[in-house]
């Protein structure tokens, strides 16, 4: 896993370099949000299925660093002031603190806008394959897809959301992008139509228990901890897995969605051994 990240980081920190450019600030915002990377969950789960499907590493490397990039805009765009205006992110200054909100939103759509490109250059890649990458992004990332479940969740504030609203929600926030790192995998390692259908339902399981879990820690787990504040959610009177199942019920729905996650992954013919151990280690984070 120390392997991947750093091949990740050092590939981003290739792609994104600071320039002469006047607009170079815009460059430098950027770098300052992935100079303290998260987990990179999303591209190692690229990595992985683009593995676990036969491909070369350095095949799925451009696309996977691309999926990073789309999450971190959207962590830039999510500690907004309009959204969910958050000081701390990954234990340091939020985007539009250190810099400005202006820039905090160029650096946002810099990056949303890069990671479609990154695509389209990879050179390990031929057309069929950047074609199919760049409509799964678009797509997961999009109305149907994250920015969806974003809308929900800005109009949700205050409210008591029923459950399946609830459970869509978290499908479109935070699913929607797993979803795609994994079919990102699959693309470039050539899977089947049958053997992509059961990756996007094993996506679909997993990034809603993810993000279950992420509501349970943003309760249970000190600021230091977690590089973001503590309580988050409920200070801004959020509808959350918490508010809405309680903290029992979240936790055994998590738990059930990754066994229905690895059902989907037991129908494939290959070696899931190591897509189920990252799952099964995320299930009991603390961050
Ligand atoms: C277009 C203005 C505009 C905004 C878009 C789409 C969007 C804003 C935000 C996406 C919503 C979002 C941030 C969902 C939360 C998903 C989630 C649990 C993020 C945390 O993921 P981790 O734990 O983070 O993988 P690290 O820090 O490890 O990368």
């Known amino acids: 896993m120390q392997t991947k ?3 990740i980081s050092n590939r981003i920190h290739e792609l994104i370099q600071n320039t002469e450019l006047p607009q170079n600030r815009v460059i430098e915002a950027a770098l300052y949000s992935l100079a303290t990377p998260g987990k990179y969950l999303r591209p190692i789960f690229t990595l992985l299925t683009a593995e676990m499907f036969g491909a070369n590493i350095e095949d799925a490397l451009d696309p996977a660093c691309a999926i990073e990039l789309i999450h971190t805009y959207s962590l830039i765009h999510d500690d907004l002031p309009a959204m969910d205006d958050d000081d701390l992110r ?10 400005d909100e202006a820039t905090a939103i160029l650096a946002g759509d810099f990056l949303l806008t890069y990671s479609f490109e990154v695509i389209a250059n990879a050179s ?4 069929v394959k950047k074609c199919k990458l760049i409509h799964t992004l678009a797509k997961r990332a999009g109305a149907k897809g994250m920015i969806g479940g974003q809308m929900i969740d800005s ?11 609830l459970l869509s929600m978290h499908e479109l926030k935070t699913a929607a992008l797993f979803t795609a790192a994994l079919e990102f995998g699959a ?3 050539g899977a089947n139509k049958n053997e992509l259908q059961q990756i996007s339902k094993f996506g679909k399981d997993f990034g809603i228990s993810f993000q279950i879990i992420d509501d349970l820690l943003d309760v249970s787990v000190p600021t230091e901890q977690l590089g973001k504040s503590h309580g988050s959610d ?6 959350t897995s918490v508010t809405i199942l309680g903290e029992k019920r979240a936790r055994e729905m998590a738990t059930l969605l990754n066994i ?5 992954l037991n129908q494939l013919d290959r070696d899931t051994s ?12 603390r961050f």
């Open 155 to 165: 109009q949700a504030a205050g409210s008591n959301l029923p459950e399946p609203l």
């Open 260 to 264: 229905q996650a690895f059902s989907h």
């Open 90 to 99: 990954r234990g340091k200054e939020t985007v539009h603190i250190k810099f």
């Open 5 to 7: 990240k750093k091949l």
């Open 274 to 285: 190591q897509l189920k151990d990252l799952v099964k280690t995320l299930l009991n984070r």
């Open 187 to 189: 693309i470039v390692g």
């Open 124 to 127: 390990h890649l031929d057309s």
């Open 234 to 239: 409920e200070k801004k009177n959020k509808p």
